[in-house]
């Protein structure tokens, strides 16, 4: 079945970085857009940025550029998002979502979504 | 960056009302519309993605309509299951955009 897991609840100290994971299983992990979504406490969803998983190409958000950093390893077929510097308004939950196909995709709509990470940033 | 703008931010409603939410953005997005449901702790589930096209598995009383700049979900009979919180996206331009989301509660 076609799936994203992602890794578990981290706690971090401010200014330290964090790293999610997010393994594909189901698809051709190659052949999809894997984007990453945060959502603070009842709030709205945040898009971070996307990797091409091809390519290893990647566009991120303006607000977060200099902070994150997307990367894959295809023989795993796990996606990864570090984000650097953080602070205590980091603290929130952390998605990765796939959207379109890279060659014929339209909506790059995130059909499939990871469980969520949690990350607390505490001193 | 474009603005999505949901309305109403909260909504009460009964089982077996028809319901509508707005979602209005800053410039024209064409056609670049999807909707997602969320319950609480959940990831977000895609109920319509672009052009206002149902996902597959979703119930067929959900529809969307919209292209421009003015866009809404319609629920034709609510079902207790479909309390939920709603948000629309724009993926016409990155950095993509949700609204802020519309809760919909029991009545």
């Known amino acids: 079945q076609v799936q994203l897991v992602q890794s578990g609840a981290e706690v971090k100290k401010p200014g330290a970085s964090v790293k999610v994971s997010c393994k594909a299983s189901?698809?051709?992990?190659?052949?999809?857009?894997l984007h990453w979504v945060r959502q603070a406490p009842g709030q709205g969803l945040e898009w971070m940025g996307r990797i091409n998983p091809d390519s290893g190409g990647t566009h991120y958000a303006q607000r977060f550029q200099g902070r994150v950093t997307m990367t894959r390893d295809t023989s795993i077929g796990t996606a990864y998002m570090e984000l650097s510097r953080l602070r205590s308004d980091d603290s929130v939950v952390y998605f990765c979502?796939?959207?379109?196909?890279?060659?014929?995709?339209?909506?790059?709509?995130?059909?499939?979504w990871g469980q969520g990470t949690v990350v607390t940033v505490s001193s | 960056d474009i603005q999505m703008t949901q309305s109403p931010s909260s909504l009460s409603a009964s089982v077996g009302d028809r319901v509508t939410i707005t979602c209005r953005a800053s410039q024209s997005i064409s056609d670049y519309l999807n909707w997602y449901q969320q319950k609480p702790g959940k990831a977000p589930k895609l109920l319509i993605h672009?052009?206002?096209s149902l996902q597959s598995g979703v119930p067929s009383r959900f529809s969307a309509s919209g292209s421009g700049t003015d866009f809404t979900l319609t629920i034709s009979s609510l079902q207790p299951e479909d309390f939920a919180t709603y948000s629309c996206q724009q993926t016409f331009s990155t950095p993509y955009t949700f609204g802020q989301g519309t809760k919909l509660e029991i009545k």
């Open positions: 672009a052009p206002s």
């Open positions: 979502a796939r959207g379109d196909d890279i060659l014929s995709g339209y909506s790059d709509a995130f059909e499939i």
């Open positions: 189901g698809y051709t992990f190659t052949g999809y857009y």
